[in-house]
């Protein structure tokens, strides 16, 4: 009988789509460690209550979810309605799956405790950061990190399960709800980018293997706050502007960091006098990105150690983020270390 082999690339007409996020995390899967399967399934889970939570910032407008829910989270921060509803989504997609735990998020007071001692992850997440910028259509993101347990499976969770330092993070990601939305995630072998089709309902690999440059000419810093920083970022943001760097901040942190991390760039939120130990959380937004950078190359840091190796000590607690080219966060801590007299030039 005559056959012929198809050859993908035969004609130009029908364009590859790409691999699908699926697809890639079931390629990938052999490298994760203890690869089972089930960090690949919940990896899925995330990207679909991704889809979902996609589907409501973009009709938030029309489908009256936009503006103030009306309460304040363990933050004192005002919520939206759709941090409500994200918190929501992604709280069904961790625990209908089965290899979840424990969760830790921002618009919940403690760790919810899914009653399934069988679950061997923990995930930390922001379900939407960023959401006071929704009413005025300002990029917004999801923030997560996953990690092993500690304490034996089958056995209730324990406080180490929780309390652990970033660098034991098995993977982390972001979504960022924007112009497009995208998935970015490591699970310690690279970063890697997808771009999720609407029409479609996937996402496809469109960033693989993310490399931060070294430099940048981006920086990325509440300016507005200048008069309660330290003297080393004061000056450090000073020899931004005698080089004539590029102040880039739209106060999304999804969307600051996704940018400095693509061209090159520094995202810094210092100490301030409203927020001593800084503003930004250390389980749910700093490690995750770090984790994230430090796979692209770069590096974060609180100023004066690495993000990753800080031993969380409360759930919600704080921490000043320094966090993009590894260049240009090295400066900054040259900078700071100089100011505190702990070197000399
Ligand atoms: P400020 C949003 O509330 C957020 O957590 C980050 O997304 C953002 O980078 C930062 O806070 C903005 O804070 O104090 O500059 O408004």
């Known amino acids: 009988m005559k056959t012929s082999h198809f050859q993908p690339d035969q004609t130009s007409l029908a364009y590859s789509v790409g691999i699908t996020l699926d697809r890639f995390i079931k390629l990938k899967q052999s490298d994760f460690p203890f690869a089972s399967g089930e960090l690949s399934q919940l990896l899925r889970d ?9 589907r409501e910032t973009n009709r938030a407008g029309l489908a009256n ?36 735990c424990a969760i830790v998020s921002e618009e919940e007071d403690a760790v919810i405790d899914l009653q399934n001692n069988s ?44 309390m652990q330092p970033g660098r034991e993070q098995v993977a982390a990601g972001y979504v960022l709800y924007g112009s497009s939305t995208m998935l970015v ?18 996402f496809f690999l469109s960033h693989p293997d993310i490399q931060a440059p070294k430099t940048g000419n981006i920086y990325s810093i509440n300016e507005g706050l200048q008069l309660e920083w330290e003297n080393g970022i004061s000056a450090y943001i000073q020899s931004c502007k005698n080089q004539k760097m ?31 130990s800084g503003k930004l959380r250390l389980l749910y937004e700093a490690n995750a990105l770090a984790f994230i950078i430090e796979q692209a190359g770069g590096k974060a840091s609180d100023g004066k150690q690495r993000i990753l190796d800080i031993q969380p000590e409360s759930l919600h607690q704080r921490t000043p983020l320094l966090i993009g080219s590894v260049q240009l966060v090295e400066e900054v801590e040259q900078s700071v270390a100089f100011h505190l007299g702990l070197v000399t030039v």
């Open 46 to 54: 995330i990207a679909l209550a991704a889809k979902i939570v996609n």
């Open 65 to 100: 979810i936009g503006g103030a829910f009306g309460q304040t989270n363990v933050q004192g921060e005002e919520q939206q309605k759709l941090d409500v509803i994200a918190n929501i989504r992604f709280m069904r997609a961790l625990s209908k799956g089965g290899e979840v």
């Open 119 to 162: 679950g061997k992850y923990v995930v930390a997440i922001d379900p939407l950061d960023g959401s006071s910028n929704i009413d005025v259509n300002i990029s917004i993101g999801t923030i997560f990190s996953i990690y092993r347990r500690k304490s034996p499976i089958g056995s209730p969770i324990q406080l180490e399960d929780i």
């Open 185 to 202: 995630y490591t699970t310690g072998c690279g970063v890697n980018g997808f771009t999720y089709e609407n029409s479609l309902g996937e």
């Open 246 to 276: 590029q102040s880039r901040y739209i106060g999304s942190l999804v969307a600051d960091f996704h940018r400095n991390l693509l061209k090159g760039g520094i995202y810094l939120y210092p100490a301030t006098l409203k927020n001593p």
